[in-house]
């Protein structure tokens, strides 16, 4: 009985430490900036502070007019940044206008 415990207790134990999937593509923010900048034309369109976490970390979304292309990263107080997501066809949203004088 004490051995499948222990048996379960290290694989679980292995699973909590192990490297999230997307490990291999953070870095330090320069180095990921550089590429964006250089690779993908992505210039920084948008950020904000993520709080209520311990730390906080900032949300940047690069994108390119030239390329079509977005990426969003989460950077790290210590400064290392993590690619959270990247596509194509990025576009701008803007919010309906309503004329002045119109009941909207």
């Known amino acids: 009985m004490f051995k499948r415990l222990f048996s379960v207790a290290l694989v679980f134990g292995m699973a ?10 953070c870095a330090p923010r320069e180095v990921i900036t550089d590429r964006l ?5 992505e210039t920084l369109s948008s950020g904000g502070l993520q709080t209520g976490q311990q730390t906080g970390t ?6 390119s007019n030239e390329t079509g292309t977005f990426t969003v990263l989460i950077t ?4 290392v940044s993590c690619v959270v997501a990247t596509g194509e066809d990025y576009f701008n949203a803007s919010p309906a206008v309503v004329p002045p004088g119109v009941p909207g």
């Open 37 to 41: 900048s250089e690779k993908y034309k």
């Open 58 to 63: 900032m949300l940047e979304i690069w994108t």
């Open 16 to 25: 909590a430490i192990a490297p999230p999937a997307l490990a291999n593509a």
């Open 76 to 79: 790290h107080p210590t400064g």
